[in-house]
């Protein structure tokens, strides 16, 4: 397993903006954070000015000139907007076809129609783990909600254990599965391989979900036995369609970028020689700029013109698409400009010659890391990319599967307890129709169990790759 070394920046060291010491700049970070999480739950401020104000706070506690810290923060902000943020908005336009096309209902009625009985809560992480693949979090929640419902309603089924299986695929795709912005931006940071990246999060993805989902919603469903709100089934988009697109084509249209990337990380893997044709040809086509476009294109036909979309419905679903991702891509810019003024403070040397005796592994670290900022802050989104800045020179020295690991730890520990700061939390809790303790019973306890359970699957998996 890779450990901390003060020598993993040696070659690559930046000049800091500020020469305090040690002591000032873990005074400096702490500050920097509280300040933070004080404007995020005591002020209820926006994430996008909670981080770019504790980014300044940050550099002034450092005893950073101010013209270096806000060029340190819009130079991360760029970055960061420039390496994941047409990827988010391309993602963003997939989720919207799907939803509106009917082509998430088509795939949801399709397998349900063939669940029963037992299986159905497996059902239940099949739909929401395919479905979360191209959606945000918040945007899959409300898809997957009237499903949620209507199947508890119809089957006579514990809300609980339809719900929780459904939460937890599309927690766990949220957190470990590019192209969602959180892998993205750690991806980004640590500069780690996107494909193998992908790959190793499938794995660890897979055993967390069972695990979290249908295992765990048997004991959710005898602590929280409610009945499924009738207040909140709204309608769903596919009741306003004459047509809507076939099973296939949806789901073939769903998975083509997972496929394309995978398939590049796969030829990397067996090929490796950059002057190959074919490993040039995968790497353009399995890049996520392509494979997203290609999608959101295919998309455009197998799912827009397939429920019978005109050029001007297509055109109107794409623009809308857009408006709701502003928020997102400037939480995600001023976490990169936050994580960039770490670094260019030199907080990351610092970790690194403080750690260099420890015996901690790195991969532990960058969890413990990232629950930290989770519990304090709330989002999921800004511990990941404040703590993939913060351990980002750990993976100088890792090799490129180690390096897609710390990406997971991030992710991991990054969904560690939603508690009652976490936006996510109130929306489960209003949708459920939960109390308070009912909801941390389920949806917070569960999001622990994939913290903790994917947070080991990633140390198990540094120990044999």
């Given at each position: 397993?890779?450990?901390?070394?003060?020598?993993?920046?040696?070659?690559?060291?930046?000049e800091?903006?500020?020469?305090?010491?040690?002591?000032?700049?873990?005074?400096?970070?702490?500050?920097?954070?509280?300040?933070?999480?004080?404007?995020?739950?005591?002020?209820?401020?926006?994430?996008?000015?909670a981080?770019?104000?504790?980014?300044?706070?940050?550099?002034?506690?450092?005893?950073?000139?101010?013209?270096?810290?806000?060029?340190?923060?819009?130079?991360?902000?760029?970055?960061?907007?420039?390496?994941?943020g047409?990827?988010?908005?391309?993602?963003?336009?997939?989720?919207?076809?799907?939803?509106?096309?009917?082509?998430?209902?088509?795939?949801?009625?399709?397998?349900?129609?063939?669940?029963?009985?037992?299986?159905?809560?497996?059902?239940?992480?099949?739909?929401?783990?395919?479905?979360g693949?191209?959606?945000?979090?918040?945007?899959g929640?409300?898809?997957?909600?009237p499903?949620?419902?209507?199947?508890?309603?119809?089957?006579?089924?514990?809300?609980?254990?339809?719900?929780?299986?459904?939460?937890?695929?599309?927690?766990?795709?949220?957190?470990?599965?590019?192209?969602?912005?959180?892998?993205?931006?750690?991806?980004?940071?640590?500069?780690?391989?996107?494909?193998i990246?992908?790959?190793?999060g499938?794995?660890?993805?897979?055993?967390?979900?069972?695990?979290?989902?249908?295992?765990?919603?048997?004991?959710a469903?005898?602590?929280?036995?409610?009945?499924?709100?009738?207040?909140?089934?709204?309608?769903?988009?596919?009741?306003?369609?004459?047509?809507?697109?076939?099973?296939?084509?949806?789901?073939?249209?769903?998975?083509?970028?997972v496929i394309?990337?995978?398939?590049?990380?796969?030829?990397?893997?067996?090929?490796?020689?950059?002057?190959?044709?074919?490993?040039?040809?995968?790497?353009?086509?399995?890049?996520?700029?392509?494979?997203?476009?290609?999608?959101?294109?295919?998309?455009?036909?197998?799912?827009?013109?397939?429920?019978?979309?005109?050029?001007?419905?297509?055109?109107?679903?794409?623009?809308?698409?857009?408006?709701?991702?502003?928020?997102i891509?400037?939480?995600?810019?001023?976490?990169?400009?936050?994580?960039?003024?770490?670094?260019?403070?030199?907080?990351?040397?610092?970790?690194?010659d403080?750690?260099?005796?420890?015996?901690?592994?790195?991969?532990?670290?960058?969890?413990l890391?990232a629950?930290?900022?989770?519990?304090?802050?709330?989002?999921?989104?800004?511990?990941?990319?404040?703590?993939?800045?913060?351990?980002?020179?750990?993976?100088?020295?890792?090799?490129?599967?180690?390096?897609?690991?710390?990406?997971?730890?991030?992710?991991?520990?990054?969904?560690?307890f939603?508690?009652?700061?976490?936006?996510?939390?109130?929306?489960?809790?209003?949708?459920?129709?939960?109390?308070?303790?009912?909801?941390?019973?389920?949806?917070?306890?569960?999001?622990?169990?994939?913290?903790?359970?994917?947070?080991?699957?990633?140390?198990?998996?540094?120990?044999?790759?």
């Amino acid at each position: 397993m890779t450990r901390l070394s003060a020598e993993m920046l040696a070659a690559d060291a930046v000049e800091p903006i500020t020469s305090a010491g040690h002591a000032q700049l873990g005074i400096a970070v702490l500050a920097g954070i509280a300040v933070i999480v004080l404007l995020i739950t005591k002020f209820k401020l926006h994430a996008f000015l909670a981080l770019t104000i504790g980014s300044l706070a940050l550099g002034a506690f450092a005893g950073a000139p101010l013209d270096k810290t806000i060029v340190s923060f819009t130079t991360g902000l760029g970055s960061t907007v420039a390496g994941v943020g047409v990827l988010i908005a391309l993602g963003a336009i997939l989720g919207k076809l799907l939803a509106d096309s009917g082509g998430a209902d088509q795939i949801v009625d399709t397998i349900l129609a063939k669940a029963g009985g037992r299986a159905m809560p497996w059902a239940m992480v099949l739909i929401a783990s395919v479905i979360g693949l191209p959606l945000f979090f918040e945007v899959g929640i409300v898809l997957l909600i009237p499903v949620v419902l209507m199947v508890a309603k119809r089957g006579n089924y514990s809300l609980m254990r339809i719900g929780i299986p459904a939460l937890a695929g599309l927690s766990v795709m949220h957190g470990l599965i590019p192209p969602h912005p959180g892998p993205l931006v750690a991806i980004d940071a640590v500069k780690a391989n996107l494909g193998i990246t992908l790959a190793l999060g499938v794995l660890v993805a897979i055993p967390t979900v069972i695990i979290a989902g249908p295992l765990f919603s048997r004991y959710a469903a005898r602590w929280v036995d409610v009945p499924a709100p009738d207040r909140m089934i709204p309608t769903r988009a596919s009741e306003d369609l004459a047509k809507r697109p076939g099973f296939g084509a949806t789901l073939a249209t769903m998975l083509l970028p997972v496929i394309l990337m995978l398939s590049k990380a796969l030829v990397d893997i067996i090929v490796d020689d950059p002057t190959d044709h074919v490993q040039r040809v995968f790497d353009v086509i399995g890049a996520p700029l392509i494979a997203l476009l290609a999608a959101v294109i295919v998309g455009m036909f197998t799912l827009g013109r397939a429920a019978g979309f005109t050029k001007d419905r297509l055109a109107t679903t794409v623009e809308k698409s857009l408006a709701p991702i502003a928020g997102i891509l400037l939480i995600v810019g001023a976490g990169g400009g936050f994580k960039q003024t770490l670094i260019d403070s030199g907080v990351g040397q610092m970790i690194l010659d403080i750690s260099k005796d420890w015996s901690i592994p790195a991969l532990l670290l960058a969890w413990l890391i990232a629950v930290a900022i989770r519990l304090a802050t709330g989002s999921a989104t800004v511990a990941t990319i404040s703590a993939a800045g913060l351990v980002a020179p750990l993976a100088a020295d890792m090799s490129t599967a180690h390096t897609s690991l710390l990406v997971l730890a991030i992710g991991a520990g990054s969904l560690f307890f939603s508690h009652v700061n976490d936006a996510g939390f109130w929306l489960v809790k209003e949708y459920f129709g939960l109390n308070v303790g009912q909801t941390i019973k389920t949806w917070s306890v569960m999001e622990t169990i994939i913290s903790v359970v994917g947070g080991g699957l990633v140390l198990l998996l540094s120990l044999v790759i």
